[in-house]
């Protein structure tokens, strides 16, 4: 039996991760969030109420389980607050839930006018970021000037460094004719967030390292997609982080043999969110179908998603690159109307066949999708549990995708709520409520 679950995205975000999480935390005493910031969007429909969360892991609506933010998470004080406060008035008791790394580094004010000050200089060659800081301040990790959690913790030293951050920062925003960041306001709005953050604080690597000791299951949340990884992804229009499934390691401070089961999250097609290539994207009624169905929006931004055919070629690419044990199949019921479906098997690039993605987006870019075609089944499967319950040629959809990506399909969501699902098979104990295929 699988103790430890990693949940994670196998295509370019939005693939449906935060349900599953909702769904498998019930069988979970810690859930972790590894990589990402607020720039993440998942969420959660529990009959008539809807809950997306951007910071917080999805099984902060569980009871008896703990929610844990790593230190692989850039932390906005102001939007973790207000996500908390947002989960307050539903009377979730979000303070005895939740626990932050002291070592997450602190999004502030320069970072988001610096986010945003580079996307509107790069004009139609931006990345399409959400311009909430994200990426700068991963900038300033890696540069090893980054203020983090644990400097609330000393005031006198937290002022210093915001001195010096706003003096390096600020030149670059003048520069780009923005207004200077006021190092006063950040140091004053400081001191209410230190009394806030300061008994959330955690070792989070220990609690991890307690919760294997003592045998309890522990799920690690992803955020973004794989494609969207900073080094595995259609580079430079990616995130700032590594979204692949070694980042929860790095990212939460455990060994990779904490790590039973990788449950790779991916939609029955293909969205993405944002600039960057997507080979194949559709742009006729279709596309416009599975966008209406879909509801293909995003929880962050609220933009729309670009949509598409489902990717083998950069499905079977992900699932290697995070070990993939099965995958879980998204949004099948969103395909219930349309006759016929394709399926990407291949590209072609400069008039060769190539069966794997290239590195680089401009490449990316020029590849022509070869697809194998598939009849629809033009009936409904949304809220189905059983295998046997889908139409012969959903089924067998789901089967050729399984040969495609060489990944076995071990859940199918058939619907948002949390019981609408068909679990062919899954190693981490029964899901209460939920009946197995046969």
Not at 161 to 170: E, F, R
Not at 356 to 379: L, T
């Amino acid at each position: 039996m699988a103790n430890s679950v990693l949940v994670l995205g196998t295509q370019w975000g939005d693939e449906g991760k935060g349900k599953f999480v909702d769904v498998l935390t019930q069988q979970a005493s810690l859930v972790v969030r590894f990589q990402g910031g607020h720039n993440a969007g998942h969420t959660l429909v529990i009959g008539d109420e809807q809950t997306v969360l951007h910071l917080v892991p999805s099984g902060v609506l569980r009871e008896n389980v703990m929610c844990v933010i790593g230190n692989g998470v850039v932390v906005s004080p102001d939007a973790l607050f207000s996500e908390m406060d947002m989960l307050h008035e539903r009377g979730v008791p979000v303070e005895e839930r939740l626990r932050i790394s002291g070592a997450c580094p602190l999004i502030l004010p320069y970072h988001i006018a610096l986010d945003q000050a580079r996307e509107k200089a790069a004009g139609e060659h931006a990345i399409g970021t959400t311009g909430r800081g994200i990426g700068p301040a991963y900038e300033d990790k890696v540069a090893r000037r980054a203020i983090r959690v644990q400097d609330l913790l000393t005031l006198q030293r937290f002022d210093e460094k915001v001195d010096l951050a706003c003096a390096y920062h600020n030149a670059t925003l003048i520069g780009h004719g923005m207004h200077a960041v006021d190092a006063g306001a950040i140091k004053h709005a400081a001191r209410e967030q230190a009394r806030r953050l300061a008994p959330l604080i955690a070792d989070i690597p220990g609690m991890i390292d307690a919760h294997r000791r003592a045998g309890n299951r522990i799920m690690f949340e992803g955020a973004q997609g794989t494609l969207l990884d900073v080094d595995h992804g259609t580079y430079p229009f990616v995130t700032s982080s590594n979204t692949v499934a070694g980042a929860a390691c790095s990212g939460s401070g455990c060994g990779p043999g904490t790590i039973d089961y990788v449950l790779g999250i991916t939609k029955a097609y293909t969205t993405r969110v944002g600039a960057g290539p997507f080979p194949t994207e559709l742009f006729d009624d279709v596309g416009a179908v599975l966008g209406e169905r879909g509801n293909e929006f995003g929880a962050t931004t609220g933009r729309q998603r670009r949509c598409g055919w489902f990717d083998a070629v950069a499905v079977r690419r992900a699932s290697m690159l995070n070990g993939v044990t099965g995958l879980c199949l998204t949004k099948l019921d969103v395909m219930d109307t349309l006759d016929t479906l394709k399926i990407c098997t291949a590209y072609e690039l400069d008039g060769q066949r190539i069966d794997h993605p290239p590195i680089g987006a401009d490449d990316y870019e020029r590849c022509v999708p070869i697809y194998e075609s598939m009849p629809g089944w033009q009936s409904k499967t949304e809220g189905a549990t059983q295998l046997s319950g889908l139409p012969k040629a959903a089924q067998d959809y789901i089967a050729r995708l399984q040969e495609l990506t060489e990944v076995p399909v071990h859940l199918v969501s058939t619907g948002r709520e949390r019981n609408e699902n068909v679990i062919i098979e899954w190693p981490y104990g029964d899901l209460p409520g939920q009946e197995r295929a046969p």
